[in-house]
């Protein structure tokens, strides 16, 4: 919401193919793989990589096939609890990095603010936005 040349995450079969089909030198992909390396994500670095953008790779580990001809790599610990890996240092690593690119920018939060008041305008948050009557405890 802070910079309108943000591409959402693809969700459609196919839209991550046509959406690195169509980075240039100008773009930065970053790239998250856990210890299962997703085929879509690999080729996806491949093909943004041919196209000329810069691969931010965010992998568990430097053995990840993203990190080959990658722009910059930032090796996550996704190790948790459980059996199943966790994306929270991922999660933080993008989040720290939104934070820094929008403390650069002029215009980030007025961005930001135009989004939020969006939003609230049709109804999206409930509650001590006063958009939607709050309900009483």
Same mark, same amino acid.
Not at 2 to 13: I, L
């Given at each position: 919401?802070?910079?309108?040349?943000? !591409?959402?995450?693809?969700s459609? +079969?196919?839209?991550?193919?046509?959406?690195?089909?169509?980075?240039?030198?100008?773009?930065?992909?970053?790239?998250?793989?856990? !210890?299962h %390396?997703a085929?879509?994500?690999?080729?996806?670095? #491949?093909?943004?990589?041919?196209n000329?953008?810069? =691969?931010?790779? &965010? +992998?568990?580990? %430097?053995?990840?096939?993203?990190? =080959?001809?990658a722009?910059?790599? *930032?090796?996550? +610990?996704?190790?948790? +609890? %459980? $059996?199943? *890996?966790s *994306?929270?240092?991922? &999660? &933080?690593?993008?989040?720290? *990095?939104l934070?820094?690119?929008?403390?650069?920018?002029?215009?980030?939060? #007025?961005?930001? /603010?135009? $989004?939020e008041?969006?939003?609230?305008?049709?109804?999206?948050?409930?509650? /001590?936005?006063?958009? &939607?009557? #709050?309900?009483?405890?």
């Amino acid at each position: 919401m802070a910079f309108e040349n943000f !591409a959402d995450v693809p969700s459609r +079969p196919s839209s991550i193919i046509d959406q690195m089909s169509q980075v240039t030198a100008d773009d930065i992909v970053v790239a998250i793989t856990s !210890a299962h %390396h997703a085929s879509e994500v690999v080729s996806a670095c #491949e093909i943004a990589r041919n196209n000329g953008a810069r =691969i931010l790779a &965010l +992998p568990y580990s %430097h053995a990840s096939p993203i990190v =080959i001809g990658a722009w910059k790599v *930032l090796r996550l +610990p996704m190790a948790g +609890p %459980h $059996f199943i *890996l966790s *994306l929270n240092s991922a &999660l &933080l690593a993008v989040e720290i *990095l939104l934070v820094g690119m929008a403390a650069r920018s002029n215009e980030a939060a #007025e961005e930001v /603010s135009a $989004f939020e008041n969006r939003v609230r305008q049709f109804g999206g948050y409930v509650g /001590s936005s006063g958009s &939607l009557r #709050e309900r009483p405890d």
